[in-house]
Each structure stands twice: as structure tokens, then as C-alpha cells.
């Protein structure tokens, strides 16, 4: 495929991205809004235009046991799931971690049930905020596709080996047909080495992987695993920045719009940044002294970058994409708090939680949201969150 | 040689906990479980192999006579040798002795 | 009994890929078929095992028993992770990323992890046709947790939760049949095997490698713990399993059923003496005894008429 530019649905689109990076195995159960990006895979495989093992199993659990098995010996693998399908497949996706199996998932985020919801927050992915993988969040069409092979460098990175989730909106994003720049194979080649790992299943030269700890041993496994995942930081900021060279497109942990000299920012993740930016635009034209800072990197956390962009700023409005049930407040409000926990020139912090299960936050909610925000912050309202567009 | 479980440090484990040193289990030596050894009657023995095959620990060998016997490092003292051996050359006799 | 290609142990393969040192009880006989299903398969072998007895005796980091290639990632999953060693290293052999091999790829696990919660992930990957072996260690219990009852427990053993008592049998169901739904699942190989007939075993164990495709292989493996015996009668109780036709030798191949053993008229011993003798029976009466010789009897009667139809 050479370098073009294309109006794409962005399932499609990942799907491409797979393809050129030369996958060697895909476990593809279907669940809604993830569908189109394994069916246009089996699509793909079927004529031929992809040689790689397309793997369907009969339930998310075993689409992670295949990705395990697939690694090991390996294998270049990528998966694709959201909600109850990365629920059901939770286990392994611990498990996976913390065997330190390179691969790749596109996760499109999606609500857990109860009650069932096919729509987009980011209950998903916070519930497997403690497993150790490489989170990144997208925005958009080209962000998902350049970074499927980003988080592939990561993932497969013999400085790495962690597997590495590109999370995305479900319907939003998964759904939208956007304008994507496609690079040409030969760039992606160049980009992209052949996956060599030092211990992999093979009769030459064998191992035993996941023995079991005893409790003499299972602290320091798990040291060597936060070491592992901290380390990960320099050759993740690598990754992106060989792609940034070789595309024009450079990618960071912490990404901020008209943050320096604002006086207070909205903090997003994922597809609400691209919507925080126009508001932000619209209220500055108002006399507004507002920024946004956009978290791109979720796991490791990026405590030096996020600390440069809002020490200093008066006030901090976090929306969240899912509550966290009788706890301090939303997960990213929470986490930010804490980092900011005892730094000077820490801003004072109010949590939003909106769009749950993709309600549309429109810009007029957004702006009402940010002014809100900003009186409550003024007043000391800081408590827990507040559920935005909730009826009663 | 693998270090003993509670002396080694985060950072000499392999990545993902992975064992490179294949069949090292020989380090730890099952022979202190057992509270009867299998002796056998060498001239008796006609060298069929049911007890080498039959042994879970893989522990019995050829010996240099010429006889199969138990590696006592290892040897939990089950019976299965003797209770299988089909000329009976093979006695349990209990480690009090 | 059928002709085996090994019929002494001096023709056995000597070298041994399950090393010594490793914790099973004494007298384990799972871990002595794991000992002759590797020495079967050989050295270009992965295997992929279940939490369970097998994985905890052979592999307390950082130490390890195997000399195969292995991974342990899960209880209910060794069939699911053995898919995708063999599709991940068929994709990367056809492309042209490792040189070609012949490899067997093996998923291990007990009955608790095969029967009852890997059932689904087993089924997955029976009707998606990999090429590999799936070895179930059947000690017809969860013997590693304690002794819990499994799908695979027989009628009137008693456990620790389907313990006999005076409202009680103890285990009130009768054993799954997992040949007969790998069967079901039309693929080319299915067999059941007892280490106290080794070369019976060793030879479905190489058939099961030479075929293309899924095979089953379901091994009756006597435990002296969970089932209240001596260590040193571990292999006697396979041979009575199997002569009183409550374990009954067959294979299936490609929907044929054969029997592998019949027991001699001289052999073929009652149901009673299989049961007495292990603790986990002792509280079954002579009338409960009947009633298993005559659900055994039945169920070896639809094998021998299965057996002559092929």
C-alpha cells in the first residue's frame, strides 16, 4: 500500500494498520461496537491480503489465553474487545501482564453492564486500570491508526515486552468515518522491526513459563513487574518519537492546547479532547483564560509531564467517563489529586463525570461544564463529582 | 544452580518469572520424604526395567553391576518398584533400621 | 490386547524429559503419565498445562521439572493457549519467520480444569481443528485444593464436597464422558489410557502425534491420596480399573471405535474389587456395590457393541 489519504471508517482503518504491520495472528471474538474491525480482518485474511492466523474463538477469555499461547511462541498478535468482553477475558488480561506477553488490543471503550449498554465511556478500561498493560487513549481517526503501530514498537520493544492497549471510543470513534493519512509499507517496515523475543516456547531452546510464587518470591516478582512497567516510559516516548520523525506526527504522554498561559484547563481523555479544544477556542474569543490538557498516555502514568502542565494553574476541571462506586471520585480525578497531593502551586480540582454510556456532550455542555466548573472551584465546591445531565 | 526461593532479588528474576534453567527441580531432593527405601536382591533382578518404568520420580537407573536400582537422592520410598518387580527382588525395608 | 509397537520396557525411550526433584505425592501415577506422555512425544514438544496437581508439583519458582518447552498462563484455559502456540508458530513457519518443524503441541489439565471449567475453551478448540494433543490427567477429583468433587468424580466416591453421609452417597452423579463429546466433535482422534498399561499408552500417545489435527486422550490416573489407597498399589488400581471394565481401554479413529484391551475371562474381575479397598468407597453398601456393576457393565457393553460395528 503506498502513502494516501482517505475518508475511512476508523474499525477499517485499524484493521489496515494491522494488516501492514505484517500480523502473524488474530483471536477475534465479536462484540459490539468492536465488530467491523474483525470482520474487515477475516475479510482481509480470507483474500489473502494479510498471511496471519485468524483465530475465532468462542469466547473473549480464550481470545486472551489464544494471544498468550501466540506470543509465547512468538507470533506478532493483536485482539480487539470492549465491556463485558474484556470483563470476561479480565483474568487473563492480568495474566498476560504480568507473563510479559508482547501484544496489541484495540480496546473500544464501552459501558459494563448493569444495565446492558453498547455505548462509549471508559468503565471498561478502569476496571483493568491495575493490570500492568500500556494504556494510550485516541482522539481520532489518524491518532488510532498511527498508534496501532506504535504500540506495537512499544509492546515489542525487547526493553518492554508489555502488552499494550490503544483505547478508543466506542460508536465514536470505532463507527465514524474519518479523514486518515496512510503511510506506505515501506515506511511501516522501516518503522516496525521483526518481533524477536530472547524467551520464547520453542523445543531449540526451551523454558518453563508461569511457575507458580511462593510468598519468598511473589514480592519480588511483582517489583520486577512495576519496574517493568515504569521502565517501559523512555522506550514508549521512542516509539513515538522515531514515528513523529518519520510521519510529522508526534504523539506525548501529556498533550496541551493553549495551556501555558491559561488560568485554569479541562482535563480529557480520549475523543473528548478533540471537543474540549473547539470550546476552549470559543471561550477564549469570550475573555476566558482557559487551556486544556489532554492525558494520551493513561498507563504508565505520566507524573513528570502532567505535574509541568498543571502546577501553577488556578483550577482543574476533570471529566471522567465512569464512577467509581462509593469511592473519592471519578478514577482520572482521583489519580490526578494524588499526583498533585502536597505539590506547590497545585490547582484546586472539580470532577465532572458525563457522557456515560455516550450520551452526547455537546459544546454547549462542554462550555456549560467548564463555567460550572470554574464557579464551583472559585467556591470551594470540590467534594466527590458531579454526575453532569443527571435527571433528578 | 538455581539460588535458594528466598534469596533471590527482583532483579536477578527473568522477565515474566520465566525458568531458563531447564530441569533444575534436581536441586531439591525429595529423598528426605521418604520413611522406607527399596532394596533390591541384585543376583535375583532380571533386568526387565518395570520398576525404571513404572518409578513417578524417574529416580531408578541402570547400576554398574548391571541391575536397576534407586537414586536414593531422590527416591520417596512409594513401593511401586517392589510392589511391580514380577520376581519380587525388590524389599521395602523402613529407614528406622 | 492389541499389538503395541513397544511391549517391553527395554524399547521404551530412555531419555527422560520430566526431571526429578519435582513435589507430587509418593505414588503419584499422574505424574507418571505425564512421564511417559513426554517420553512419547519426544523433545520437539510444547506443552501448555492447567493450574492444578501436574503444575504446582512441577514448577515452585524458580525451580522446574520440564525439559519441554511450557507454560502454565491458567486454570480453565491450556486449550485455548496451546491454539495459539500452534497457530501463532504455523503462521510464522508459513511466513517464513522460523525455519519449518514438526512440533507437538500439547494442552494438559486435569479433570476439574477439562470437565468442568475449561469445557467451553476444550470445545473451542476441538471444533477449530488445531493440530494438537489434549491429554486430560484424570485423579477424578480436584485433588490439588483438598480433594473436591469434579464432573469426572465416579457414582458414590465421596470428597470433600460430595462427602458420603447419612442423607448421602457421596457423589450423586454419574462421570461425564469427555471421550464421548470429543467424539462429538467429529475429530480424528479421541482414546482413553492408563499408565498400569504403558504401552498402551505410549502407543496412542505417538498415534495421537501422528495424526493431523485435534486428538484426545483421556488418562485414568490412580492418586493413593485423594482415593485412599497405598502409594505402592497405585498401578494395581489402574489394572483393576480397567479389568473390572469400569476404565475400558478403546480409542476412536476418525468416529471408529476399537477396543484396545478386552480383559481375559481369567482377568475380568467384579466391580467390588476395584471399589473395596479405597477409602473413598468404604461406606457403599453391597446394594449400591450391584448397582454400579450394572451401570459398568452397561456402559461396556455399548463400547464392545461400538467396538464391532467398525
Known amino acids: 500500500m503506498g502513502k494516501v489519504r482517505k475518508g475511512v471508517e476508523v474499525s477499517i482503518a485499524i484493521a489496515d494498520a494491522v494488516t501492514q504491520a505484517n500480523v502473524d495472528l488474530i483471536a477475534a471474538y465479536p462484540i459490539t461496537p468492536q465488530t467491523h474491525i474483525v470482520e474487515h480482518l477475516a475479510e482481509i485474511v480470507a483474500n489473502g491480503e494479510l498471511d496471519a492466523e485468524f483465530i475465532p474463538v468462542e469466547s473473549e477469555h480464550s481470545a486472551m489465553s489464544v494471544c498468550c499461547g501466540s506470543s509465547a511462541v512468538g507470533a506478532r498478535t493483536f485482539t480487539s474487545t470492549s465491556s463485558q468482553g474484556l470483563a470476561l477475558m479480565s483474568e487473563i488480561f492480568f495474566i498476560a501482564a504480568a507473563m510479559r506477553l508482547p501484544m496489541v488490543m484495540a480496546l473500544a471503550n ?16 478502569m476496571m483493568v486500570r491495575d493490570a500492568g498493560w500500556i494504556h494510550i487513549f485516541v482522539e481520532n481517526g ?56 530472547k524467551n520464547t516456547l ?44 518519520l510521519t510529522g506526527r508526534n504523539y506525548k504522554p501529556i498533550e496541551t492546547y493553549r495551556a501555558e ?132 | 544452580m538455581a539460588k535458594p526461593m528466598d534469596q533471590i532479588t527482583w532483579q536477578e528474576l527473568e522477565v515474566g518469572g520465566v525458568v531458563i534453567e531447564i530441569g533444575n527441580s534436581v536441586q531439591y531432593e525429595t529423598g528426605s520424604w521418604r520413611s522406607e527405601r527399596p532394596v533390591v536382591e541384585k543376583e535375583k533382578c532380571i533386568k526387565c526395567m518395570f520398576c525404571w518404568l513404572y518409578c513417578p520420580e524417574a529416580c531408578i537407573h541402570e547400576a554398574e553391576e548391571g541391575h536397576f536400582e534407586a537414586d536414593l537422592t531422590y527416591c520417596k520410598g512409594c513401593g511401586i518398584c517392589a510392589a511391580e518387580c514380577p520376581v519380587k527382588c525388590i524389599t521395602m525395608i523402613s529407614e528406622e533400621k | 490386547m492389541a499389538k503395541t509397537s513397544v511391549s517391553s520396557p527395554k524399547n521404551v525411550e530412555r531419555a527422560e524429559y ?51 518447552p511450557w507454560i502454565h498462563n491458567a486454570f480453565e484455559n491450556p486449550s485455548a493457549v496451546i491454539s495459539g502456540c500452534e497457530a501463532g508458530m504455523k503462521a510464522m513457519m508459513r511466513k517464513g519467520k522460523l525455519p519449518q518443524k514438526k512440533i507437538n503441541f500439547v494442552g494438559m489439565g486435569g479433570d476439574g480444569a477439562t470437565a468442568d471449567i475449561g469445557m467451553g475453551q476444550l470445545s473451542g478448540a476441538l471444533e477449530r481443528g488445531h493440530d494438537m494433543i489434549y491429554v486430560c490427567y484424570d485423579n477424578e477429583a480436584y485433588m ?63 498415534r495421537a502425534s501422528e495424526i493431523e489435527g485435534p486428538a484426545y486422550i483421556h488418562i485414568l490416573s490412580v492418586c493413593p491420596t485423594g482415593w485412599r489407597i497405598q502409594p505402592a498399589d497405585a498401578i494395581k488400581y489402574g489394572r483393576l480399573a480397567v479389568n473390572s471394565c469400569v476404565f475400558p481401554l478403546y480409542e476412536v479413529i476418525n468416529g471408529k471405535y476399537r477396543i484396545t484391551y478386552k480383559p481375559s475371562e481369567k482377568k475380568l474381575i467384579p466391580v467390588s474389587e476395584y471399589l473395596n479397598g479405597q477409602g473413598r468407597f468404604r461406606h457403599l453398601t453391597d446394594k449400591e456395590i450391584e448397582q454400579i456393576q450394572a451401570k459398568v457393565s452397561h456402559d461396556y457393553e455399548r463400547i464392545l457393541k461400538l467396538s464391532e460395528e467398525g
Not at chain 1, 306 to 322: S, T
Not at chain 1, 355 to 361: I, M, P
Open chain 1, 110 to 125: 464501552r459501558s459494563l453492564s448493569s444495565p446492558l449498554s453498547i455505548w462509549n465511556d471508559h468503565s471498561d478500561v
Open chain 1, 142 to 197: 489518524q491518532e488510532t491508526y498511527d498508534n496501532i503501530f506504535c504500540a506495537f514498537r512499544m509492546s515489542e520493544d525487547p526493553d518492554v515486552l508489555l502488552p499494550v492497549a490503544v483505547n478508543l471510543d466506542g460508536f465514536i470513534l470505532t463507527h465514524m468515518i474519518e479523514p486518515v493519512e496512510y503511510e506506505d509499507d515501506e515506511l511501516i517496515r522501516q518503522y516496525l522491526p521483526e518481533f524477536k523475543m
Open chain 1, 202 to 245: 520453542h523445543p531449540d531452546n526451551p523454558v518453563s513459563m508461569g511457575c507458580f510464587g511462593m510468598p519468598e518470591i511473589y514480592t519480588e516478582t511483582q517489583m520486577n513487574r512495576e519496574a517493568g512497567v515504569r521502565g517501559s516510559y523512555p522506550y514508549i516516548l521512542k516509539a513515538w518519537g522515531e514515528w513523529g520523525k
Open chain 1, 261 to 392: 498561559d491559561a488560568e485554569y484547563c479541562i482535563v480529557t481523555m480520549g475523543s473528548y479532547g478533540g471537543a474540549a479544544i473547539e470550546v476552549v477556542d470559543t471561550l477564549r474569543d469570550e475573555g476566558e483564560k482557559v487551556g486544556a490538557i489532554k492525558i494520551r498516555l493513561w498507563r504508565p502514568f505520566p507524573l513528570d509531564e502532567f505535574r509541568k502542565a498543571a502546577l501553577g494553574k488556578k483550577y482543574l476541571i476533570v471529566i471522567d467517563r465512569a464512577i467509581s462506586f462509593g469511592g473519592p471520585g471519578g478514577p482520572v480525578a482521583s489519580e490526578l489529586r494524588s499526583a498533585l497531593y502536597k505539590k506547590d502551586g497545585a490547582p484546586t480540582m472539580v470532577n465532572y463525570v458525563a457522557g456515560l454510556a455516550g450520551r452526547d456532550v455537546s459544546p454547549e455542555d462542554f462550555r456549560k461544564i467548564i463555567l460550572e466548573g470554574r464557579k464551583k472551584a472559585q467556591s470551594g465546591d470540590t467534594e466527590g463529582f458531579t454526575l453532569y445531565g443527571l435527571r433528578g
Open chain 3, 18 to 68: 520430566f526431571a526429578s526433584g519435582h513435589r507430587a505425592c509418593q505414588g503419584c501415577a499422574e505424574v507418571l503419565a505425564v512421564r511417559l506422555v513426554l517420553k512419547a512425544l519426544g523433545k520437539d514438544t510444547i506443552v501448555a498445562m492447567a493450574t492444578g496437581c501436574m503444575e504446582i508439583i512441577s514448577s515452585p519458582l524458580p525451580l522446574t521439572s520440564w525439559k519441554v
Open chain 3, 144 to 206: 490439588n485444593t483438598g480433594i473436591q468433587r469434579s464432573s469426572c468424580t465416579p457414582y458414590g466416591a465421596s470428597t470433600t464436597t460430595s462427602p458420603a453421609g447419612k442423607k448421602s452417597i457421596g457423589q450423586q452423579t454419574q462421570k461425564k464422558n469427555m471421550v464421548q463429546i470429543a467424539v462429538a466433535h467429529n475429530i480424528p482422534y479421541a482414546a482413553t489410557a492408563c499408565p498400569s498399561f504403558p504401552f498402551d499408552l505410549l502407543d496412542k500417545v505417538k
